[in-house]
């Protein structure tokens, strides 16, 4: 199981990344140390300060678990900001994301109680962690095969299948394709108190059959 530590430092040469400005800003507005959030997220103190500092890259897994913890959304994390709430979202308006090498586009408007995303999962990508977090998701397979442990029980989805299951639950998702796999993927925010957070391995232990192939 990869840990959630392990995502590839940015280039120094390249800008600071886009996330970076917001999560020290908004780890402040929710009243939380670094040790704290950190703690939540599963992340050591010296990681989330490198991802403050742009010189780590978050994965979307990390977004989505800094979001829960500082009352947010991936949206605001990443520094969009939407006029209106409108019911529609067109295409040409979804821009690419990647983070942790996944990519994904907003599929829904910002600041509600679900967030609504399409996603390509890369084959073997550093954000397939172990999760576990207060909440539902879920997910559409689009295209390619999927991967989903969802405690001790391993499933294989294919195009048009679905998932729907409670966030409590340890869950993992990767592709099982080297090609990668498209989702559709919804979750609920929750405004839940920090320590009922958690996101991989520091408080949820890797099973031992977390890393075999359905």
Request: glycine share 8%.
């Amino acid at each position: 199981m990869s840990s959630p530590e392990t995502d590839p430092p940015v280039d120094p040469a390249e800008a600071v990344s886009v996330v970076a400005p917001h999560l020290r800003a908004l780890r402040r507005r929710a009243a939380l140390t670094l040790e704290a959030a950190a703690r939540a997220a599963g992340l050591s103190p010296a990681h989330l300060s490198r991802l403050e500092t742009g010189q780590r890259q978050p994965s979307l897994p990390m977004l989505l678990a800094l979001a829960r913890i500082y009352g947010t959304t991936v949206s605001e994390l990443l520094g969009e900001t939407v006029a209106d709430r409108d019911a529609v979202v067109r295409a040409a308006d979804m821009e690419p994301t990647v983070a942790g090498g996944w990519t994904y586009w907003q599929a829904g408007s910002s600041g509600r109680g679900m967030q609504a995303l399409r996603v390509h999962v890369p084959y073997g990508s550093q954000g397939d962690i172990v999760r576990v977090h207060p909440g539902e998701e879920w997910l559409h397979v689009l295209r390619g095969r999927l991967r989903l442990r969802l405690g001790d029980t391993a499933h294989l989805l294919g195009p048009g299948d679905s998932a729907h299951f409670d966030s409590l639950t340890p869950h993992r998702i990767a592709a099982r394709d080297t090609d990668g796999v498209d989702l559709l993927f919804v979750h609920t925010l929750l405004q839940s108190p920090t320590a009922a957070l958690c996101l991989g391995p520091a408080t949820t232990p890797p099973h031992p059959t977390y890393g075999e192939t359905p």
